[in-house]
């Protein structure tokens, strides 16, 4: 069964304007952790922000934040703001502690920031 | 700053070709991984290592093998290429703690014809 789902394949924002990349996640274990990447044209990962399973409250970075619902199991990252670097495919990934450190990602959404 | 490298960012060989794709990292991380990436499919694990010498298969080890000797370095083999290896290959490191934040090289994209 399919551990991480992002279901938008593609979005288009405004520059400026806020965007939300949806995530779910499936998992047994009650503590997790569950990680934002942004991969832009050249091709490097590059880590975002982090939110543990038994964090009270949702992780923000910068312009990153992530608005994490337990009970749904859904953990999306809001990007406000945006900017045309934004640009990039973006990943959601999970990690079980049980898991020996793997990640699972999901399959990437594909953000296009318009000027 | 943390930083993994990797020795190509873009490789060419021939189907039956043994390919050696080499990820070094500088924050002596516990933890490195191999990783392809596919359309569509996001990121898969090869294997990864959590110490020197040891190693552990991932999702898709398959035609794959890995070398630990030291523990800044990690590389990831390919004893006979097949077409069906072409993609792109992204190492990274971890600390090896409960949060543990994976950090990526730039990757190695790889064609076999």
């Known amino acids: 069964a399919q551990k991480i789902t992002q279901t938008q394949p593609g979005m288009f924002v405004q520059e400026k304007e806020a965007v939300t990349l949806d995530c779910t996640y499936d998992?047994?274990?009650?503590?997790?952790?569950l990680f934002w990447y942004k991969q832009p044209s050249s091709g490097e990962m590059i880590f975002l922000i982090y939110?543990?399973?038994?964090?009270?409250q949702n992780a923000t970075e910068g312009r990153y934040s992530l608005n994490f619902q337990k009970a749904r199991k859904s953990a999306n990252l809001v990007i406000s703001a945006s900017q045309l670097g934004d640009s990039a495919m973006y990943f959601c990934?999970?990690?079980?502690?049980?898991?020996?450190?793997?990640?699972?990602f999901g399959s990437g959404t594909r953000l296009l920031v318009r000027p | 700053d943390v930083k993994v490298t990797q020795s190509s960012r873009y490789l060419v060989k021939r189907t039956g070709e043994k390919v050696f794709l080499e990820c070094v990292q500088d924050?002596?991380?516990?933890?490195m991984f191999w990783y392809r990436q596919d359309p569509g499919l996001g990121l898969r694990l090869i294997y990864f290592?959590?110490?020197?010498?040891?190693?552990e298969k991932g999702d898709i080890p398959e035609g794959y093998s890995v070398s630990r000797e030291k523990k800044e370095r990690f590389s990831l083999i390919l004893e006979s290429a097949s077409t069906n290896q072409t993609s792109m290959y992204l190492c990274?490191?971890?600390?090896?703690?409960?949060?543990?934040?994976?950090?990526f090289g730039p990757g190695t994209r790889l064609t076999v014809l």
């Open positions: 939110q543990g399973s038994y964090d009270q």
């Open positions: 924050m002596d991380h516990e933890n």
């Open positions: 998992t047994s274990d009650p503590s997790y952790g």
């Open positions: 290592s959590y110490d020197v010498k040891m190693k």
């Open positions: 990934a999970m990690r079980e502690v049980d898991s020996s450190y793997k990640l699972i």
């Open positions: 990274a490191s971890s600390l090896g703690q409960l949060v543990d934040t994976q950090y």
